[in-house]
């Protein structure tokens, strides 16, 4: 079977540098993604890893590492709409393009 | 990208009644999909609507519970059939990207709320 583990919430400062955690587990593996989704509204693509390292967009970074079966998002100079939950998502087996979700991290920023 | 609408955007429905969810995409798609998200916790995966064939379900969903038609590559709907207040869930459809497999969009989803 496939599951991904990852912090129920994380609260962080204004500014701040936030990463959020993920570990997989998955009989194969075709890519690590990560979704932002505000309160009330749809989830939406931040990133994809399907080798190691690192991928920079912006202010966000995702990270992976498949020996450890590891990954994470990196947020940094968070401001307040940057409250919202954050999903990682493995392709289901067959990479037949379906995801399979963590249970989310619901990240709080403070003033 | 795709630019998804579903129907309706929320409902109240009454126990065993049946609702039909609609989702429209702006442009031609191969692969479509329709995922559950009960209140507070993450997206599961129903099925798989395939274009002329039957839709692939996941483990724990049926087809009698949740029929689902795909006539064509820009239009999909989802019934939710007999319902329970344990189907009060937030219905999503979504999309992967024209590209390649990386990125899926999803619709802004239907709340459903079953008395």
């Known amino acids: 079977g496939q599951s991904l583990e990852q912090p129920s919430e994380v609260t962080a400062v204004e500014g701040a540098i936030v990463q959020i955690n993920c570990t997989y587990q998955?009989?194969?593996?075709?890519?690590l993604s990560w979704y932002q989704q505000h309160d009330g509204g749809a989830p939406t693509f931040l990133s994809y890893?399907?080798?190691?390292g690192l991928e920079e967009t912006g202010r966000f970074s995702s990270f992976l590492s498949r020996s450890d079966s590891y990954g994470y998002l990196l947020l940094q100079e968070l401001q307040m709409k940057d409250s919202a939950s954050y999903f990682c998502?493995?392709?289901?087996?067959?990479?037949?393009?379906?995801?399979?979700f963590g249970q989310g991290t619901t990240l709080q920023v403070k003033p | 990208s795709a630019v998804i609408s579903q129907k309706p955007s929320r409902d109240i429905c009454q126990r065993g009644t049946s609702l039909t969810i609609q989702c429209q995409v702006d442009?031609?798609?191969?692969?479509m999909f329709w995922y559950r998200q009960q209140p507070g916790q993450s997206l599961t995966l129903i099925a798989t609507?395939?274009?002329?064939?039957?839709?692939?379900?996941e483990s724990g969903f049926v087809i009698d519970k949740f029929p689902i038609s795909r006539p064509n590559l820009t239009f999909s709907t989802l019934t939710v059939s007999n319902m329970s207040p344990e189907d009060s869930s937030i219905y999503l459809c979504?999309?992967?990207?024209?590209?390649?497999?990386?990125?899926?969009?999803f619709g802004p989803g239907t709340r459903l709320l079953v008395l």
């Open positions: 979504s999309v992967l990207s024209a590209g390649g497999m990386e990125t899926q969009y």
């Open positions: 998955t009989s194969g593996f075709y890519g």
């Open positions: 890893n399907a080798l190691d």
């Open positions: 998502a493995v392709k289901g087996s067959g990479n037949t393009g379906k995801l399979i």
């Open positions: 442009s031609q798609v191969t692969m």
């Open positions: 609507a395939n274009q002329g064939s039957e839709a692939t379900y």
